[in-house]
C-alpha cells in the first residue's frame, strides 16, 4: 500500500512512460475505407465526412498508390453505381464499379478487400430483395454470392459481407469455393448494429433506404450477448476475421468477442465516430489529432486486431513522423 506502492513512479520519466505502454497502434492494424462513385468525374467531397472523398473510376489506381505510399496495407472498397435497379445487379455484374477498381488496384500490393452488399445497388437502399416489404434472405443469398464470385474474378484479396442476412457466410463461403476461391479469406461484418452512426456513409454511398430502415436485420443496439451468437455462427460457417461494427458505442462487445473466440478481430470506426471528432474539432472544441489517437488506441486496447478507420491515412502519416 501507498507509501510503499507508489504509481506514479513510472509515469514521471516520458521514456518510462513509452517503456511500459500497454497498447501501441500501428500502421499494420488498419484499413482505408474508400468510396469509388461511377457517376463522377472528378473526387467528390462528402459534406459530412470531411476530408474524405469518393472518387471517380479511373483514380483507382492513383489512390491505391496514396494510400500503399502510406504503408496501410489495406482498403476496404465501396462503391457507387451508374444504375441502380430494384435486384442491385451492379454488385455482380463483370464490369461493376468494384469489380473495376478491384482490377485497376491490381498493380499495388495492397490488400484489395470488398465490401459486400446491396444497399449500394438497389433503387430502394435496401441490402437485399424486397418482397412485399421485406427483405427476403434466401434470395438475397444467391445474389451475395455471385457478387463473391464475381469480386473473386475480378481479383479482390478479401470478401467482407456486410449485409447481415442469416446464412450469409455459409453461402458465400461454398460459392468462392466451388469456383476456386477457397484461398480467399471472408471478414465477416458479423456482429453489424442498427446504428445511426451510419449517418454521414449513406450519404456517401447514397445507399439510406428509401422506405423502413434496417432493424429486421442489423442488431438492436441493446444487445451484447447476441453479438456473440452472431460471431459464433459466422466463425461455425467459416468467417476467418470478425468485425464489430460500429466501434467506440461497443467498446464492450469487441472485448466480449475478443476474450471468447481466437481468430482476428476487426473493428470498424465508423462514419458518424469520424463525423464527431472532425465536427468538433473544427469548432476549436477538441485536439483533433489526441482524440483519434487516443480514440483507436482505445478500439485496440478493447481487443481489436484491425480496425477500420477514415483517418488511416491521417494516422499513417502520423505513426510515420
Ligand atoms: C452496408 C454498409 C454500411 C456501412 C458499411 N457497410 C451502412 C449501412 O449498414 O447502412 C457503414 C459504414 C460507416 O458508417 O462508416 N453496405
Not at 455482380?92 to 469489380?99: F, K, L, P, T, Y
Not at 455471385?146 to 455459409?170: F, H, K, L, W
Not at 477500420?308 to 491521417?314: G, I, M, R, S, V
Request: include cysteine; aromatic fraction near 8%.
Amino acid at each position: 500500500m501507498f507509501p510503499d506502492v507508489r504509481l506514479r513512479r513510472l509515469r514521471y520519466n516520458p521514456r518510462v512512460r513509452d517503456m511500459v505502454r500497454e497498447t501501441r497502434l500501428s500502421v499494420e492494424d488498419l484499413i482505408y475505407p474508400m468510396f469509388f462513385d461511377e457517376t463522377i468525374d472528378r473526387p467528390r467531397e462528402i459534406p459530412s465526412m470531411p476530408g474524405v472523398s469518393a472518387y471517380p473510376v479511373d483514380m483507382a489506381a492513383e489512390a491505391a498508390a496514396e494510400v500503399e505510399a502510406l504503408g496501410i496495407p489495406a482498403v476496404m472498397l465501396f462503391g457507387v453505381p451508374a444504375k441502380k435497379d430494384d435486384k442491385g445487379s451492379g454488385a455482380w455484374i463483370e464490369d461493376g464499379v468494384v469489380q473495376r477498381v478491384t482490377r485497376s488496384m491490381k498493380e499495388s500490393d495492397l490488400v484489395v478487400i470488398a465490401d459486400l452488399c446491396l444497399c449500394e445497388y438497389t433503387s430502394h437502399g435496401h441490402c437485399g430483395v424486397v418482397r412485399e416489404g421485406e427483405i427476403v434472405n434466401y434470395e438475397t443469398l444467391e445474389l451475395y454470392a455471385r457478387t463473391a464470385v464475381s469480386q473473386a474474378e475480378a481479383g479482390a484479396d478479401m470478401i467482407a459481407p456486410s449485409g447481415m442476412m442469416d446464412g450469409t457466410i455459409m453461402v458465400i463461403r461454398r460459392a468462392l469455393d466451388d469456383e476456386g476461391y477457397h484461398r480467399i479469406p471472408i471478414m465477416s461484418y458479423a456482429a453489424k448494429y442498427a446504428s445511426a452512426f451510419y449517418g454521414p456513409f449513406r450519404d456517401a454511398a447514397d445507399s439510406a433506404p428509401q422506405f423502413g430502415d434496417r432493424r429486421s436485420h442489423q442488431m438492436d443496439p441493446a444487445n451484447a450477448r447476441e453479438a456473440i451468437r452472431e460471431v459464433e455462427m459466422d466463425i461455425s460457417e467459416g468467417a476467418d476475421i470478425v468485425m464489430v461494427k460500429p466501434a467506440l458505442p461497443y467498446l464492450d462487445v469487441i472485448r466480449d468477442v475478443k476474450q471468447l473466440f481466437n481468430l482476428p478481430v476487426a473493428a470498424y470506426n465508423v462514419s458518424g465516430e469520424y463525423a464527431m471528432i472532425k465536427a468538433a474539432a473544427a469548432n476549436g472544441w477538441i485536439d483533433e489529432e489526441r482524440v483519434v489517437m487516443e480514440s483507436l488506441a482505445s478500439i485496440k486496447r478493447a481487443g481489436a486486431d484491425l480496425i477500420l478507420t477514415y483517418f488511416a491515412k491521417d494516422v499513417a502519416r502520423r505513426l510515420g513522423d
